[in-house]
């Protein structure tokens, strides 16, 4: 059996991977410790960690013959910028690859080859399912914090400046809105298969609330409810806990952006406002 850990990061499909890196910049003061090529899976991507709970990694597909029929180029051809998938630390990568494989779950590596054993998964460093059988794509990757460029999981680590300095007053776990036509499915999915454990939902929120490792909630919503349109399935969102959700607000409006508030407690950036993605903001009071 494995344990799931850390949220390893939320990759997020953009069309500018530099407009993306400045909107993050601009909003978030994230601390990049990653941006470079990875020939494999014939993308430019950088990695934004935002406090404790979150790295979002925007992923630009190359400009180069082939990169079309890479998976994320596959998936951007049919679904375009938004967010893609969700990847964590686990314990143990050779267990989890047993554990996945034993209960059906398809696995790839990162140029999209089959993995289909525990000896053929020893060499690499992470695994991605198929999304069919984990109701929407999920990486699952080893940790050797000895050697992580992660700067989370070094010893003087602190996320004090998103907590106590930065405007949105970032706070808590981060929450992953996961939009699925199965949701009894993939509770089931989530809770036997990741250890997935019961969460509080945020005041009207749909479906079921579930934590996932160490600093991750997982919001599964019915993909077919009248709110998610024609999103199909998929990460719909994600949602970071703030400490002042009216500090938050203002902060938001100063640079620009048209905030949707959809409760006391709850904030959202549309689509066409974050790069292809819902962005919302959540105070812990308000959590039930």
């Not at 949701?183 to 996932?212: I, M």
């Not at 905030?259 to 974050?274: F, I, K, M």
Request: hydrophobic share 40%; net charge negative.
């Amino acid at each position: 059996m494995f344990a799931v850990r850390k949220l390893f990061h939320l990759t997020q499909i953009v069309d500018d991977l530099d407009l993306a890196d400045r909107w993050y910049n601009r909003l978030f003061s994230p601390c990049r410790f990653y941006r470079g090529y990875m020939k494999e899976a014939v993308r430019h991507a950088s990695l934004l960690a935002i406090g404790d709970a979150t790295v979002v990694e925007p992923v630009q597909l190359a400009d180069e013959p082939g990169a079309e029929q890479s998976p994320l180029g596959r998936f951007r051809a049919r679904f375009g910028a938004r967010l893609h998938s969700i990847a964590w630390y686990v314990d143990d990568l050779d267990s989890a690859v047993d554990t996945l494989l034993g209960h059906g779950v398809r696995l790839v590596d990162v140029a999209g080859r089959p993995i289909e054993s525990r000896e053929q998964a020893a060499g690499v460093k992470y695994v991605w399912t198929h999304p069919k059988d984990s109701h929407g794509p999920l990486e699952f990757a080893r940790l050797n914090a000895e050697f992580s460029t992660d700067p989370r999981v070094q010893p003087h680590w602190s996320a004090a400046y998103w907590r106590e300095q930065h405007p949105l007053g970032i706070d808590g776990l981060l929450r992953i809105t996961l939009a699925t036509r199965l949701p009894e499915q993939a509770s089931r999915f989530y809770t036997q298969v990741l250890g997935a454990r019961e969460a509080a939902s945020l005041p009207g929120q749909p479906g079921r609330s579930l934590q996932v490792g160490d600093d991750t909630i997982v919001d599964l919503v019915d993909a077919g409810s009248e709110r998610f349109g024609a999103f199909g399935e998929g990460v719909f969102g994600m949602s970071f806990q703030v400490r002042d959700i009216a500090r938050a607000e203002a902060f938001l409006r100063e640079a620009g952006l048209p905030v949707v508030r959809r409760s006391d407690c709850q904030l959202e950036l549309a689509p066409q406002h974050a790069l292809g993605a819902t962005v919302g903001f959540h105070q812990a009071a308000g959590v039930r």
